[in-house]
Every structure is written in structure tokens, then in C-alpha cells.
């Protein structure tokens, strides 16, 4: 008699949880049919490739940034990983909505999320977009895990087709009906404190959103200097965009060389950069640093050498004292040629 009455409050909790199965599934679905069937994102050097999206996690990415760097740097692993992770999204999406295997399902579900949140949580320029549907996913997730699916599932259907499937674990662990556990309030509590801390630390890490100032790395872009080198003819340098809006690069508009005075010695303006020489630029990543229409554009979480020539100066090479990049939007960045 328990068990029937247990049963019968999995069907119900299955039941009331449909909405969330199928927005979540879709939620992860739509990842695939967008990728492959709405407009094909896998495929490198072409607009909108997905290896390129997951170079802008790189510079912010908590605990996972040395995979990432990893896969960028490498693109036959990172095309590999794309579409291993795109049919991933799309089995596991599709079987969340159809109510197959939903517990097993959902706890790719819970990954999922878990990769987002940590890769991206950071991103979003007018809310805490990427961070938003990482933990949401992530407590959705465990939700699904715990309830399993109703009525209007694959799972109810072989259960009640078979009835020999409500006395099997394997079946209760992966797919749905009575979830076999001798406490569950334990479960559901350390679950849900877990969770639930990780939020309040992931919204702080990422954004300050439970004490102290908040921060936004997604609404300017910020450009690191670094590895600056001075020969006879050229000065080279490394750009590494690290903060910005993810949907567009950084619009480099002037490059000038110093002296310690701050007098300009020399100056690349928009038209300059825009023709600039693809052979003095040296990019490490997916995500490339490139001449556009009308200024050096440089996305984030790319990263490159950038070599310019200073045999036209008249002054001597030694004066020359700090080099500057100068953003469409005003924004300056400095760096001392040592």
C-alpha cells in the first residue's frame, strides 16, 4: 500500500514539474537546432562558429580556464569538443522533453549547466544573463532528478507497460517512478544548500551581487598589454581583451608610440589600422584580433602579437617610452616599453 501511495506522489510531482521538463529541454534542444538545422555554427573560419563563442569565456572563466585555453589553442580538439557537445545538448535536450530516461538525462542537465555557469557566468551587458541560466539549470536539474517524470512521458509509458520496471533500481535511478532512497530529506536538503550556495558564491565572484560593489566585466571593453619588445625596426606588443560585450570586438582607432614626456612619436589612426598588416599580427587563439572597415577590431578573449614598424621615426628608438591603444568609445591603455 506504501508503495502505491509513493507512486502515485511521483506521478503527481512528475506531473506538476512538466513545464519546467519541457522549457528545459527545449532550453537545451533549441542549443542543436540552432547550431545545425536553423544555420550551421561548426564550422571554423566562417561567421558565428561556435569555437569562437567559447574563446569569449576564456579570460573570466572560473576553475575551468586552463581547458578552455586548452581547446582554443588547439582547434582540431575544439571542433571535436564543439560538436561533441552540440549532439550532447540535442540528446539530452530531446530526451527531457519526451520524459525518457529523465533522471540519467537530468543530470546531463545539471553538467550542462555546471559548464555554462562556470564558463560564462560572467557574461551579460544588462543583467546577469549567462550566470542566470547556469544555476537555474543547475536547480532545475536536481528538481528533475528528484520528481522524475509524470504522465505525459516515455518513462510512465514503459512503467506502466511494464510493470516490472517499477521494481527495478537501475530504472529508478535513470529513468522515473519512486526514487529509491531511505532518506530523502537528506538528499533534497544537502542538495539544495549546496546549490544554493553555490549560487550566492558564483553571483559574487562573478558579479559582487552579494556584497560589497557591483561589477559588470560585460559593459566595457578592457584591453591587458603585455610582453612589450623594442628592436631597430619595430616595437611588438601582446593585446589580450579580457572584459567587453561578447557580441562585438573592441574597435581599436588609434595606436601611438610615446616618449616619457607623452609627446606622440608615432600614430596609427582608424584608416592605419584598418589596412593594418595581417603578417604583424599573431594571434593565439580561435577568436582573432583583425583589420575592419574601419579599425583594428579585437573580440573578446582574443589574444595576439601585434608588431609595428618604427623605421620612419625620426627620434632615437631608445626615447621611444610607452606605447597606447585607444578604443572607439575613448577608452586608453598604456604600457611601458621596459
Not at 13 to 24: H, M
Not at 251 to 258: R, T, V
Not at 321 to 333: A, M, N, Q, R, Y
Amino acid at each position: 500500500m506504501k508503495h502505491t501511495s509513493d507512486s502515485r506522489s511521483y506521478d503527481l510531482a512528475g506531473l506538476y514539474t512538466l513545464s519546467l521538463r519541457l522549457v528545459i529541454g527545449w532550453t537545451y534542444f533549441s542549443a542543436f537546432w540552432r547550431r545545425l538545422v536553423l544555420e550551421n555554427k561548426l564550422i571554423p573560419d566562417e561567421a558565428g562558429y561556435i569555437g569562437e563563442k567559447f574563446n569569449h569565456f576564456l579570460p573570466n572563466a572560473l576553475g575551468i580556464k586552463p581547458l578552455i585555453e586548452y581547446l582554443v589553442t588547439h582547434p582540431d580538439a575544439l571542433h571535436t569538443s564543439m560538436v561533441t557537445f552540440t549532439i550532447i545538448e540535442g540528446i539530452v535536450g530531446l530526451f527531457i522533453i519526451l520524459g525518457l530516461f529523465t533522471r540519467l538525462m537530468s543530470i546531463g542537465i545539471f553538467g550542462l549547466a555546471m559548464g555554462i555557469l562556470l564558463g560564462s557566468g560572467w557574461i551579460g551587458t544588462t543583467c546577469l544573463d549567462e550566470w542566470q541560466i547556469g544555476v537555474l539549470g543547475i536547480a532545475g536539474g536536481f528538481v528533475l532528478f528528484l520528481t522524475g517524470s509524470g504522465s505525459f512521458s516515455l518513462d510512465h509509458y514503459f512503467i506502466k507497460k511494464n510493470k516490472a520496471f517499477t521494481h527495478k533500481k537501475w530504472f529508478l535511478w535513470l529513468g522515473s517512478g519512486v526514487l529509491p532512497l531511505s532518506k530523502p530529506k537528506t538528499l533534497v536538503l544537502a542538495g539544495s544548500v549546496f546549490i544554493f550556495g553555490l549560487t550566492l558564491y558564483t553571483n559574487q565572484y562573478f558579479h559582487g551581487g552579494v556584497w560589497g560593489t557591483l561589477h559588470n566585466k560585460s559593459v566595457k571593453p578592457k584591453i591587458e598589454i603585455s610582453n612589450v619588445s623594442l628592436t631597430a625596426s619595430e616595437v611588438t606588443f601582446e593585446v589580450y581583451r579580457t572584459q567587453g560585450a561578447d557580441v562585438y570586438g573592441s574597435f581599436l582607432i588609434g595606436i601611438q608610440l610615446l616618449d616619457k614626456n607623452g609627446t606622440v612619436l608615432k600614430a596609427l589612426d582608424l584608416k592605419d589600422l584598418s589596412k593594418f598588416p595581417k603578417e604583424h599580427i599573431k594571434n593565439h587563439y580561435v577568436a582573432k584580433v583583425k583589420p575592419g572597415k574601419h579599425s583594428l577590431i579585437i573580440p573578446l578573449g582574443s589574444k595576439a602579437d601585434l608588431t609595428v614598424n618604427i623605421n620612419d621615426i625620426s627620434v632615437k628608438h631608445e626615447e621611444i617610452h610607452t606605447v597606447k591603444l585607444i578604443d572607439i568609445s575613448g577608452i586608453e591603455w598604456t604600457a611601458d616599453i621596459k
